[in-house]
């Protein structure tokens, strides 16, 4: 399942030496890690760890107080439109504004992105999402579950490198919640396109990613694979591996001690 | 600055405006009120006063310009509340869309909406009130310049207020225009006004627009130093407006006031 990067590709998303202070608080300290195209990256941690914050750097709407953010090898403190065009996201704290259609919405957010052929672009994600029937709905009158379709079919407008999704099945039902993960799945392996998947459920991050770093209070915890992260740490499960960090103090779980 | 974004802003504003029509409903009021309520009071002068003097330029044309000063600078700060209003911020700056295609685009649409009040006030004021607006010529397409580009200043400084303080600072922002309008001399020469609020009116370009108004509709020459005087501080009010902008844009990144930009925020 992990997605190896091609020789001479360049990551989709290159993150070194990040740190975050707000006067005397320190909300993200010294994170550094990667997400190679087609691989699948949670990022996991407690409330407060630092995972939006990380993800409002890379996004670009956060300056970083030091380090770095390249996407597809460029420095979004540098070229930030550029950086920006190849990556894209989704999140239930940023839904599509409600007082426009889906197909609207998609056409708006189409040329922000300054997509060309943006009709049969919108046509083919209606068509991907099974969003064809509500294209003239507005967002705003949406299930949760159609909601999240129309954020993630706005997420691929750009074919993006990069695709940062915070809590994208949050308000879903566990059927729609699945098959948003197949559909997430199937844009890593296809489009070849890097995820960086926040989720506080484990059961998904262990069956959706192919790699987890664990935040604790900004920092870069434990790193690896789900499936074998949790008995490399003397955890049952990724969810008692979870909740040891998200208790212990950091020493005590990043050296594995029971 | 790229042309697509610049296009999907004003194109947001197209559809709101189609989805829900009663958004026109403002654009027109307002101004119509303003137009028959001067128009009358204009008429009801020229009865009264027995000078002889034709209020309906001095007075009706100021309401008209004053309005168009206003419907400019609501049309830059309504299309930018849209995004507040809609919690939008995130998925826009998050987008390659760059800061002075952002604003760019808020001029545009600003120039649509408020064509559409101009176009009620123009009908209104030279069809019933035989107002004759163009009698003028061109050095009244000068003046409006001036106005216009006063307009945009006003929009994009509020929307900064905004964008800086949080969304409750709407409410500073709608008496914005009524707080100048003293300052600005509309319907009297600055002459008039206390020493102190001279000041204040030569650091506004509307208050030479209007002087330069009455000059022209006594018959005296073209007043081209009070055009050119109004012109520079247009000009450059709207650079400083659209530097604090940017200042506060940067602010609101550094702080993650604008990742986290909600109801009653501020930072």
Known sequence: ????????????????????????????????????????????????????????????????????????????????????????????????????????????????YGIRSLRSR???????????????????????GEQTRAALAKALLNDPQLLLLDEPTASLDPSAAQLIREKIRGLATDNHCGI?????????????????????????????????????????TLEDLFIRVAREPLSAVANGVP | MKLRPIAGIVLRQIYLLRGSPVRVFPMVTWVAIDIVLWGFITRYLNNVSGSGMDFVPTLLGGVLL??????????????????????????????????????????????LTSSVGVVVMLVLATGVFHLQFFAMGLPLIAFLMVLFVFGITLGIFASGIVLRLGPASEWLLWPLPALLSPFAAVFYPLAVLPHWMQWVARALPPSYVFEGM??????????????????????????????????????????????????????
């Open chain 1, 122 to 144: 919108v046509e083919a994600l209606l068509v991907q999402f099974d969003l064809a029937h509500l294209r003239h709905t507005k967002c705003g009158l949406l299930s949760s």
């Open chain 1, 196 to 236: 960086l998947w926040t989720s506080h459920n484990m059961n998904e991050v262990e069956a959706v990613c192919d790699r987890v770093l664990f935040l604790s209070r900004g920092k870069v915890l434990l790193e690896g694979n789900p499936r074998m992260l949790p008995h490399e740490h003397g955890s049952a």
């Open chain 2, 214 to 267: 009455r000059t022209l509709l006594a018959g005296r020459p073209f007043p081209g130093v009070l055009l050119l005087q109004g012109s520079g501080v247009a000009v450059l009010e709207l650079l400083l407006a659209a530097y604090f902008y940017a200042r506060v844009y940067r602010h609101a990144v550094r702080t993650g006031l604008l990742a986290r930009y909600s109801a009653e925020s501020v930072a």
């Open chain 1, 1 to 112: 399942m992990s997605a190896t990067p091609q020789p001479g590709e360049r990551p989709a998303l290159t993150v070194t030496h990040l740190h975050k202070v707000y006067g005397a608080v320190t909300a993200v300290d010294d994170v550094s890690f990667t997400v190679n195209r087609g691989e699948i990256v949670g990022l996991l941690g407690p409330n407060g760890a630092g995972k939006t914050t990380t993800i409002n750097m890379v996004l670009g709407v956060l300056a970083a107080t030091t380090g770095s953010v390249q996407i597809g090898g460029i420095d979004i403190s540098k070229r930030r439109a550029k950086a920006l065009a190849r990556t894209n996201f989704a999140a239930v704290y940023a839904p599509l504004p409600g007082n426009l259609t889906v197909v609207e919405n998609l056409r708006f957010f189409g040329l922000l």
């Open chain 2, 66 to 111: 004053w309005d168009f000063c206003t419907r400019i600078m609501q049309g830059v700060s309504t299309a930018f509340l849209e995004d507040v209003w809609s919690r939008n911020f995130l998925n826009l700056f998050a987008s390659p869309l760059s800061i002075s295609e952002y604003i760019a685009g808020l001029v545009i649409t600003s120039v």
